[in-house]
């Protein structure tokens, strides 16, 4: 309606500018107008019919006029018109096998599913091949690469890419724009991309491409019947014999209960019942096994719906599994414990940890004004000198705990140290209660100060040691931290505490900071009213963590528990091993995923500092690549200029099974007896199986992409709005036009009814 009353759509004339085509200048049109007004007031003037009905039929005539002398002087619309023959819109077709699979859409009838691809194609046919489209188009279809094709029915011909590369795709066609303008991309697929292309500077590159990405979402939600194991977090290596948590990523569409099995090789690991919850797509779930012993195994993790339950078989059973490589090493972390005097809890910590394969404590004792015992060192020269002097020497360990030690004990250069272990190392530091520990040791007055939790009273001659009994209890941020559960059934955790012996001591750890987190409370024992104050406080601080215990006397819960009661073990043991996790490495290999299915490279980056920690600048970083085969290839990294002492590459692969990057340990002439470690990071190459996982529409992804390049996000099913949206959302070459406007039926039809109104009115008034 509205294009036939004005001529021209809607979106034509919110883009245009109000032009007259007529020589006269347009000043000339108000003085007409004026005149006018003039003219017919004169004519009323000495008619004999009341001021109210001249009024009327003077403000008839005057837009009647008004609209003549607009058509006199031709009004017309200025707007950038794109010539077909010049501009040109990318279609881009998915083909890869998640496009092959068959959705009913809004349907539940298995009879009205249709292939994705096929949908797609019938949609890019209907409207780009159109003459009525203002574009000439250009057809290319995507999977692993992108292709140009010539028509729609070599389109149909391709066979399904075993891969999809979004990111890649429409990187390689904005990059290759030809003489011919591109007026925008339009991308048909499901979204189901797997070639971790998506970083920070593709996004900003298709950004700053200037051409709108409006992309057609292409298919739907996951198979009611469809089980996914999408992905398992293992830790990159654990130590001998001791119980590996795998946590498990399950996509389903309706609660339902599976057998999780993991296997290496032709061993059992584990087999167990998980219930998948109803109302979510998606589901964590975390699985124990034992280690074994030392060595490279693969894992396989499998989920097996229950076929009780559900009589209707999985449609796609090749997403059930996981590969996993689990590198069991015996190189346990290493803790430093000072302590300024022998005490109980200096004993049951070190027998609680005795035999904990994953972290050594090596401990500095002090057991006379001049004497120290030391356990645990790997030498001779470990130690020998007490507290290690330098920073290197601090930061070959991992953590370090500071019990009843005063802080005189260490000059300012060795505080200063142990403040820059946390926020340059990316260690963590334990501080415990003592008779010279914390606030009555001086460290609130030392330089280590600054990276502590809490806000330690600073006077001298503090004594805020007492050995009064309190009961620890975690608070709910302590109730939510796995390393504070002491019961494997997280329903009786608060019971296992609430049922502890009381503590033996306290100490007041001061008022924490800003961002520290509260974990444990001390609650006053057999006291009218109840008080409570922080008991363990820690924060991030820097690269690494900082935390205090506000007790000496967790001994109580050995000494005072049945013998098979291990929850002061435990604690522990779960503690400490909270410490060393996540603690900066000196040399790290990251790989972007666990396992590459269809992949002909792989992302590899390493991360090395110096002994002191800062960063190792080099050209390059050698690391060697193990092939399936055993073969072996030394490889180059670069630096990355923007993050000194990261280098990256692209490793090649190919064939399907284990490869393994390990960092080699001279670097720059280093003999390998000065770098602690070399670093091994094994993953899993397979074939032909990529497209199984992640299949269902991903719109988040595509609608990301239109959002950022200025496009639109449809779904298929009003893939129609299509022909407008490109029309207002371009990037076409265009040229100024003038369209007419005099001739608009709107026009003559209010002369029409103006006129008419008038000659109505006189008759009723009988004054023609």
Not at 432 to 448: E, I, K, P
């Amino acid at each position: 309606m509205f294009e036939w009353l004005f001529n021209y759509p809607i979106a034509i004339w919110r883009d245009a500018t109000l032009v007259f085509d007529a020589s006269w200048p347009q000043a000339f049109l108000a003085v007409a107008l004026g005149v006018a007004c003039v003219l017919i007031v004169m004519s009323l003037w000495g008619r004999a019919i009341s001021l109210s009905r001249r009024l009327i039929v003077g403000l008839l005539q005057t837009a009647v006029a008004a609209i003549l002398l607009v058509m006199l002087w031709q009004p017309a619309l200025l707007v950038a018109v794109s010539e077909r023959s010049e501009n040109t819109v990318a279609w881009v077709v998915d083909h890869s096998v998640s496009m092959a699979a068959s959705d009913a859409g809004d349907s539940t009838e298995p009879d009205e599913a249709s292939e994705r691809f096929l949908m797609a194609v019938d949609a890019v046919e209907s409207i780009a091949l159109d003459e009525s489209f203002e574009f000439s188009a250009s057809l290319y279809a995507l999977g692993q690469d992108l292709s140009s094709v010539e028509n729609i029915e070599q389109l149909k011909e391709l066979a399904p890419s075993a891969n999809t590369n979004i990111a890649g795709g429409l990187d390689n066609l904005l990059g290759t724009v030809n003489d011919t303008a591109l007026a925008a991309v339009i991308l048909l697929s499901d979204g189901a991309d797997n070639s971790l292309g998506f970083n920070a500077q593709w996004w900003k590159t298709i950004e700053a491409s200037g051409v709108p990405i409006h992309t057609v979402g292409v298919g739907g939600s996951r198979d009611l019947h469809d089980v996914e194991l999408s992905d398992v977090t293992v830790p990159d290596s654990v130590a001998p014999n001791t119980l590996v948590s795998a946590r498990l990523r399950i996509q389903h569409a309706q609660a339902q209960s599976v057998r999780v099995r993991v296997t290496a090789g032709k061993q059992l690991l584990l087999a167990t019942d998980i219930q998948l919850p109803d109302d979510v797509t998606q589901s964590l779930h975390t699985v124990s096994f034992a280690s074994g012993s030392s060595g490279v195994r693969q894992l396989e993790f499998l989920i097996e719906p229950d076929t009780v339950e559900s009589s209707v078989p999985d449609p796609v059973p090749g997403n059930n599994r996981q590969p996993r490589i689990l590198q069991v090493v015996d190189a346990p972390k290493r803790i430093l414990y000072i302590e300024g005097e022998p005490r109980w809890e200096y004993k049951f910590i070190r027998r609680a940890l005795h035999n904990n394969p994953s972290v050594d404590v090596v401990s500095l004792l002090r057991t006379s004004p001049n004497k120290f015992y030391r356990q645990g060192v790997e030498s001779a020269e470990e130690l020998s000198n007490g507290f290690p002097r330098t920073r290197e020497e601090l930061f070959r360990y991992d953590a370090v705990i500071i019990g009843s030690f005063d802080a005189a004990e260490l000059v300012t250069q060795q505080q200063a140290a142990l403040r820059d272990f946390v926020s340059l190392r990316g260690g963590s530091l334990l501080m415990l209660a003592g008779r010279q520990g914390l606030a009555d040791g001086g460290w609130g007055r030392s330089v280590t100060a600054a990276a502590l939790p809490v806000v330690l009273n600073n006077r001298i001659n503090s004594q805020t040691f007492t050995r009064k009994r309190w009961q620890a209890a975690p608070t709910l941020a302590g109730l939510r931290t796995p390393w504070l559960q002491l019961t494997d059934e997280g329903a009786n955790n608060l019971d296992a505490w609430q049922s502890l012996p009381a503590l033996s001591d306290f100490q007041s750890v001061g008022q924490p900071k800003p961002g520290a987190v509260t974990l444990l409370e001390r609650v006053s024992v057999n006291q009218p009213i109840l008080e409570t104050q922080p008991l363990f406080v820690t924060q991030r601080y820097g690269k690494g963590r900082s935390s205090v215990l506000g007790t000496s006397g967790t001994w109580r819960w050995q000494m005072s528990l049945p013998s098979t009661d291990d929850r002061h073990e435990r604690f522990w043991v779960q503690m400490l091993s909270s410490l060393v996790d996540g603690v900066l490495p000196r040399v790290n290999v990251d790989l972007k995923q666990a396992v590459l299915r269809d992949a002909q490279t792989a992302s590899v980056s390493v991360t090395a500092f110096n002994p002191d920690y800062t960063a190792l600048v080099q050209t390059a970083y050698p690391v060697r690549l193990t092939a399936p085969d055993g073969g072996t290839t030394t490889l180059q990294l670069y630096a990355d200029e923007e993050h000194p002492g990261r280098y990256s590459g692209d490793i090649p692969v190919g064939m399907p099974g284990a490869y393994s990057v390990l960092a080699l340990s001279s670097v720059n002439g280093e003999s390998p007896s000065q770098l602690p470690q070399t670093v091994e990071r094994w993953w899993v190459g397979e074939t032909n199986n990529a497209e199984l996982y992640n299949s269902e529409l991903n719109d988040e992804l595509m609608r990301r992409i239109a959002n950022v390049t200025g496009g639109t996000y449809v779904a298929l099913a009003d893939v129609d709005k299509l022909r407008d949206i490109v029309v207002q959302s371009n990037a076409a070459l265009k040229r100024e036009s003038r369209l007419p406007l005099w001739n608009m039926p709107f026009f003559f039809l209010c002369l029409l009814l103006f006129k008419l109104v008038e000659w109505l009115l006189r008759l009723s008034w009988k004054r023609l």
